[in-house]
């Protein structure tokens, strides 16, 4: 008798549900928080150029040391940390959930967040815990100490600012769960580009502290890289786990150049914070819809129905997130990227004739 998935899969994996990636062809694709603009042309033809001269008949060098001499300069990381290096920060996340997944093991995080903490958690049989953030998406201080103090989480994950919510959390709340976390404490700053706000900083205060980033929302998503920094101690360890070809030749050569024009980079997230605002301005005043604040290149927006919008919407050709059922405090919650100036218009003319 052969036997079927049923009998052969792991319980978790056979528990969870794969991750559904809409078909966007001809789509505004206002999803997942990629950044609308291309590369300037000149710079198009410098990546081109790169890319015919790589040696992709080799493997990749496992420890991308030009890569990560650039990613120190540009990001400003400092000498007494190291860096982790994944194919995007999911597998960061990964990496870092298999090398901390002692049975019985917690990871803790507020809730609603990036779904990812949970999902490998589960699938690395280890405890996930969230602790309810408030219904404006502030940390609950008092509940989340009280957590790690019954939990004693192994890893605790604070998205800084937080997806879907889109909002930072108050710095001194963070930093009394960092002194408090008896485990390692990520600081995601996926959206660092647009909030400005970091923990890097404070990695010489904080000997269980990681700051993680990704380059995807700044123009790399198909690129895949993300990167964690912090101590030794602990990247050695994560980098035990990390298949040493996960960051191929290509992304390598690529990603190491473009963060030489960090400048350009830097420039659309300027012009998408600006966008932000506008697309705020001009969501506000109509009926029904709560803005939330956000300092990512998202906003969450309540509407009176979001089933309702998210269709009306898509039907006009714009894919936003609804992310009404998945947390109670996210009811009628649409989760809008925020595109190019031309695709917030169609954006704000879709939604409004949805409402
Ligand atoms: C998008 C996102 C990531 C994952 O980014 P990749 O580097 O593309 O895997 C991680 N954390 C948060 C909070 C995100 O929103």
């Known amino acids: 008798m052969k036997k079927s998935p049923n009998d052969l899969v792991r319980e978790e994996v056979l528990a969870l549900a794969a991750y559904h990636v809409p078909d966007a062809a001809g789509m505004v694709k206002l999803d997942a928080m990629e950044n609308p603009y291309a590369l300037p042309l000149p710079l198009q ?119 879907p919510t889109g909002n930072l959390y108050a710095e001194s709340e963070v930093l009394r769960i960092l002194q408090a976390a008896p485990g390692v404490v990520v600081l995601d700053e996926a959206y660092h580009a647009f909030a400005k706000k970091s923990f890097m900083g404070r990695l010489a205060d904080h000997p269980n502290l990681i700051v993680m980033r990704t380059l995807s929302k700044v123009g790399m998503a198909g690129l895949r890289l993300g990167y964690a920094v912090g101590d030794p101690a602990w990247i050695s360890e994560f980098d035990k786990v990390r298949p040493p070809y996960n960051v191929n030749v290509l992304t390598q050569l690529v990603a190491e150049r473009l963060l030489v024009h960090v400048d350009t980079l830097n420039r659309q997230a300027a012009e998408i914070c600006a966008e932000r605002g506008r697309l705020r301005t001009a969501l506000e005043p109509l009926p029904g819809v709560t803005v939330f604040a956000s300092d990512a290149n998202f906003l969450l927006v309540r509407v009176p129905d979001s089933g309702k919008v998210f269709a009306g919407m898509k039907a006009r050709g714009v894919l936003v997130k609804d992310l009404h059922g998945s947390h109670p405090l996210l009811a009628q919650c649409l989760r809008v990227t925020v595109g190019s100036v031309e695709e917030n218009a169609q954006c704000l003319n879709a939604l409004r004739a949805s409402l």
Do not use: W
């Open 45 to 163: 033809r410098e990546i081109a150029e790169l890319m015919a001269g790589a040696a992709v008949n080799r493997y990749p060098n496992p420890q991308a040391p030009e890569l990560k001499a650039r990613l120190r300069r540009v990001m400003a990381i400092p000498e007494a940390f190291d860096i982790l290096i994944g194919n995007g920060s999911d597998e960061i996340i990964q990496i870092l959930i298999q090398t901390l997944a002692r049975p019985g093991a917690v990871v803790l995080a507020p809730d609603p967040t990036f779904v990812m903490y949970r999902m490998y958690a589960r699938v690395n049989r280890m405890r996930y815990v969230g602790v309810p953030l408030t219904p404006d998406f502030r940390l609950d201080c008092v509940l989340f100490l009280e957590a790690i103090e019954e939990h004693q989480p192994a890893l605790t994950f604070i998205a800084y600012p937080n997806n």
